[in-house]
């Protein structure tokens, strides 16, 4: 039996007249230590969803279930038991040192005085050490980065100790290596604890190198449900993220830009898989060139040698890099070639 049940669930948000429905009719399921990613464009449900699963905001039609218990027909105390809630750019109300807002995560357990017992304090030494956090017990909220306050929140959720952690955008405002720590700790996690957590997240390279499950959503098609490489090789990504200005990559599993390209350029290179050829045809698909086998401007990749050659009829120039390269090829394009301006 699955650990979370969505049964013919429809969501939205409240309106004048009636309800804003975003997504219906979905059932979906969710089992133990599965970390899963909510991925989709802008405006297609992921907050809402996990919002509404979490109880945070009205359910339209359905149900869901967890451990078999309807999470809308039990109290707030019972369900701050079964789920816990990381939003985005939470910040701490008041100025609390690093354990004391893990504390809070025992909440739900600790009698009308909010007195700590020895297990309770056990618990959340064991969150601070799942997210790397000793150390910083006694240091304030407000002095921690973004990515070490987002640890704290997430210990905060761990200290509450559900078998069930929503996360809505926990990566937003972090720079690069913070991202991916925060999605490699959720990932490391899940398969520790066996807790399944969900993430809503725009980071879909990302999330699909470390999700065991991808909720992929679109606001005509519903939900998709697959692991990420099921879904690259059965075209989901293909159908959802559709756009004249972009495509998936299927090979790299990456987004590529599509470009104008206005120019010609004819190429030969010594190793076609080898960086320096794929980094060479990347540049110059950046600067507008598509490669054809007839045009009167080559560009030789030497990897033997580290150079780049232009060769134009009898003329052959050697570049040592491939901004070099570029700006030769720009000095050397056929006047006669170039794109004319509309």
């Known amino acids: ?191 520790e604890t066996g807790k399944t957590i969900f993430i809503s997240t725009h980071e879909l390279e990302t999330a699909m190198q470390v999700a065991d499950k991808l909720w992929l959503m679109d606001k005509e098609k519903g939900v998709t449900v697959g692991v990420p490489e099921d879904m690259v090789l059965n075209g989901s990504f293909d159908t959802v993220f559709r756009h004249p200005s972009y495509e998936f990559d299927k090979a790299f599993g990456s987004f590529i830009v599509l470009k104008k390209l206005d120019k010609t350029i004819a190429t030969r290179v010594q190793h076609p898989n080898g960086l320096m050829a794929r980094w060479t045809t990347k540049a110059l698909s950046r600067k507008g060139y598509r490669i054809t086998s007839d045009a009167a401007l080559e560009l030789f990749v030497d990897e033997e040698n580290l150079s780049w050659v232009i060769r134009k009829g009898e003329l052959s120039v050697v570049t040592h890099s491939i901004e070099e390269a570029l700006l030769k090829i720009a000095d050397l394009y056929p006047v006669d070639n170039y794109p004319v301006s509309p």
């Open 1 to 191: 039996m699955p650990l979370l049940q969505l049964s013919h669930v429809s969501i939205g948000y409240p309106a004048l007249k009636r309800p804003y429905i975003v997504q219906s009719d979905l059932t979906l399921t969710a089992n133990e230590g599965e970390l899963i990613a909510l991925i989709g464009k802008n405006g297609c449900g992921k907050s809402t969803l996990l919002r509404s699963i979490a109880s945070l905001q009205p359910i339209y039609h359905g149900e869901v279930q967890l451990n078999g218990q309807n999470l809308s027909e039990i109290t707030p105390k019972k369900r701050a038991r079964l789920l816990s809630v990381v939003l985005t750019g939470q910040q701490s109300v008041a100025s609390f040192n690093v354990r004391e807002l893990i504390s809070i995560g025992r909440d739900p357990y600790t009698g009308w005085l909010g007195s700590l017992t020895d297990d309770d304090n056990q618990i959340i030494s064991r969150a601070i050490e799942m997210t790397y956090l000793q150390g910083f017990e006694e240091r304030n909220i407000h002095e921690l980065s973004d990515g070490e306050r987002q640890r704290v929140f997430i210990a905060r959720a761990l200290a509450q100790d559900t078998p069930v952690i929503l996360l809505d955008e926990p990566t937003s405002h972090l720079d690069l290596p913070n991202r991916i720590n925060i999605l490699l700790l959720l990932q490391k996690l899940a398969r």
